[in-house]
């Protein structure tokens, strides 16, 4: 499932790497993907109906992919509360 943050406004999302991603919602169930300060599309995430998700793309690392997704789906703050905790 989608976040219900999105309601098919673009947002920008920072990954652990520090780089600037502007997510926009697609007419499906994927979200276009574009590096703000090199002004370049860098993919897309897909989501399925069990939000699974997949990058379709080569210009983000597994972990920026994983920030991104982490992001639209909602989970960003459930990681930041598990990693604080170690």
Do not use: C
Not at 12 to 20: F, G, L, M, N, V
């Amino acid at each position: 499932m989608r976040s219900k943050l999105f309601e098919e406004r673009p947002k920008t999302a920072k990954t652990s790497r520090e780089r600037w991603v502007r997510v926009m919602p697609d007419n499906g169930d994927g979200y276009h993907l574009y590096d703000i300060l090199e002004e370049a599309a860098i993919g897309r995430i897909l989501f399925d109906a069990t939000d699974n998700w997949i990058y379709d793309g080569d210009a983000l690392t597994v972990e920026e992919q994983e920030d991104v997704a982490g992001f639209i789906s909602g989970h960003h703050k459930e990681m930041d509360k598990l990693i604080s905790g170690l």
